[in-house]
Structure formats: C-alpha cells, structure tokens
C-alpha cells in the first residue's frame, strides 16, 4: 500500500548563464556537458554549463583555435555532406561551420 505523507511540490527553478551571470528569461538556449571518462586523471567527473547562444560563440571560437587539423577535415567532410533532413541537420551545419 501506498499512503502519501507530503505531496509532491513543483519545482520553480531559475537559470543563469555560467558565462555572463544573466538571467534567462524562460528557458536554458544552450546545455553544455563535459563527461571525463577513463584514462582521464578526472575520471567520473561531469560539468554541466548554462549559456546563451553568445557564450556558445566564444566556445566554437576557442574550439575552433585548438581543434587539429585531422578533426577540422573531418568536420568539413560532416559539412559538405548533402544530407539536411531536418533543421536540426541544418542547424549541426551550422555550427560545423563555425568549427572549420
């Protein structure tokens, strides 16, 4: 048998850009996560980053300084694909562009 004691309250939750410390009006525009996995002397660790589509840009831009040239072509070769399906395809184009 089941007997609730205390109902279940809704959770108001509010949101800051990690970035910038602005707080977003109605909803996160973008999740960032970084998982370490094994190998990593961070292994089991995971970070998770609020921001806008303005902190988006400075991160492509620090990627995009730092990814190496092999991960760049393959990128490109993503980007070049003709296989937009959906605007989510169109949207990773996008992005990929900023990469390369």
Do not use: W
């Amino acid at each position: 048998m089941k007997k609730i004691l205390q109902p279940a309250q809704p959770e108001h939750t509010i949101y800051y850009s990690d970035f910038s410390g602005r707080l977003f009006e109605h909803f996160v525009p973008v999740t960032v996560k970084i998982e370490c996995d094994y190998g990593s002397e961070y292994d089991g660790a995971r970070l998770e980053f609020h921001l806008s589509d303005k902190g988006l840009k400075k991160l492509l831009k620090f990627l995009n300084e730092n990814l190496s040239e092999d991960t760049k072509k393959e990128l490109k070769k993503e980007l070049d694909c003709d296989c937009v399906k959906s605007s989510c395809d169109y949207n990773n184009k996008e992005i990929y562009k900023k990469l390369v």
